[in-house]
């Protein structure tokens, strides 16, 4: 509404009035203003691994650096990247794309975007899976169409109902976008959830957006690529991904997109005309990233597994308190209802009141379409999960007023 009433005023575009400051880093800066003034406060509100970006790619980029690799490469990224990373999702995704198919772009996040706007129409519809990170439907907006929401239940481990998913479809869907593993919700959706979506597309002629930026981060599960399923699927698949999450590489600001070829084309003609390449010498470490072994890669995942086993033992012990299984990125998507009656009117309320009072920085449902849950991300170390839950559980029981 603030937004609408600017656009009036400012004489800017409606499609000004779309975009929003994200509610996630409106917290974060809270609970920075509260540790500046000294409060210690436990934060599970980040969507990054608290992780350093490991030193072999550092030093690449370093090199790159003093090498004087610093000018503009190809707008789709360097050849030798592009072939990394086509042989990357060869190995371990099972995609087949040539490296031409491959477009590097500023994150994933932009890659999204440049498939958004080179796939949607004006009056189109996309099919969103709800608990769902919120850029989807910012992005499917800008590009003037119109989200559809089809909710995953917590009772069935957030994992779409492909029946729920064929009931939306109509005349306009153009595309569905899938999360896994999924932000908020940690769901990892196996092979048959995947081939049910897939058949939907097929018959009914849909895009399928996969964002896998957190496809390493599986914990007893087995991620699998969409496009991985058939070369039909792969015909009408855009694959998505990055260094983000895997490398804990988040400020480098490096993702890719794998597409048919003419859509890579349009995507990479489109990321032309707004940004052109992805910065030069963080696309040398990143080319570093993808041909290094998987070692540091899974420290990193086997420590993150080790947390939420933590954060789920401690989380059971609060009474009420609906706590769910999640298999991969580093999320708890918590069912918070039965505190909201009463004493909070919403998962919003709890939240800021959490971080007030009981120190606790997390992100409520509602910004993940998900109200009456919070989130809490384990990127903080084990002695904080244990001192952080240990502060939802008092906060909690306290008597309502
Ligand atoms: C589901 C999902 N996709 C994409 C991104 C953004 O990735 P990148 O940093 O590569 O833009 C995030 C970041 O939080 C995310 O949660």
């Given amino acids: 509404m603030v937004y609408n009433r600017l656009v009036k005023t400012l004489g800017v575009s409606k499609r000004a009035g779309l975009a929003k400051p994200s509610p996630t880093l409106a917290i974060s800066a809270k609970a920075k ?18 992780f350093n970006t490991p030193e072999p790619i550092c030093r690449a980029a370093r090199e790159a650096l003093d090498e ?18 086509a042989d990357k999702l060869k190995r371990e995704n099972k995609v087949e794309a040539s490296s031409d198919q491959v477009v590097v772009s500023c994150g994933a996040k932009q890659s999204l975007y440049n498939a958004a706007m080179m796939l949607l129409d004006e009056g189109d519809e996309a099919i969103v899976i709800a608990p769902y990170w919120m850029t989807y439907i910012d992005q499917i907006q800008l590009a003037g169409a119109k989200p559809v929401v089809v909710h995953a239940r917590a009772d069935n ?26 932000n908020p919700t940690g769901a990892v959706y196996p092979p048959e959830t995947l ?29 699998v690529s969409t496009a991985s399923l058939g070369s039909k699927i792969a015909e009408r698949t855009i694959t998505i991904g990055g260094c983000s999450k895997t490398f804990a ?4 600001r490096i993702g890719y997109a794998a597409a048919p070829l003419p859509v890579a084309r349009t995507m990479a003609a489109f990321q032309d005309a707004v940004t052109s390449n992805a910065n030069s010498f963080a696309q040398r ?14 420290q990193m995942r086997a420590e993150f597994e080790e947390r939420r086993d933590l954060m789920r033992a401690e989380l059971l012990k609060i009474p009420g308190l609906g706590v769910s299984n999640p298999k991969g990125a580093f999320y708890f998507l918590v069912d918070v209802r039965r505190f909201l009656s009463g004493k909070f009117d919403s998962d919003e309320q709890l939240g800021q009141s959490l971080l007030e009072t009981g120190h606790v920085a997390t ?22 999960i244990k001192r952080g839950v240990d502060r939802i559980g008092g906060f909690l029981s306290q008597p309502k007023t």
């Fill in 33 to 50: 203003a509260m540790k500046a003034e000294g409060i210690d406060v436990i934060s599970f509100g980040a969507g990054e691994p608290d």
């Fill in 68 to 85: 004087g690799f610093t000018k503009y490469t190809q707008t789709s990224g360097m050849p030798e990247l592009r072939a990394a990373i």
């Fill in 157 to 182: 481990d957030f994992l779409p109902d492909p029946d729920d998913i064929a009931q939306k479809i109509s005349a306009r869907t153009r595309a569905i976008f899938i999360n896994s593993p999924c």
């Fill in 195 to 223: 081939e049910a979506i897939a058949q939907l597309a097929e018959r009914n002629d849909l895009w399928l957006i996969c964002d896998e930026i957190y496809e390493r981060l599986v914990y007893g599960a087995k991620h």
């Fill in 249 to 252: 590489m988040t400020g480098w």
């Fill in 285 to 298: 470490g990143a080319l570093e990233a993808f041909r290094m072994g998987g070692d540091c890669v899974e």
């Fill in 363 to 384: 992100v409520p449902g509602t910004v993940f379409d998900a109200p009456g849950f919070i989130r809490l991300s384990y990127t903080a170390s084990k002695n904080n």
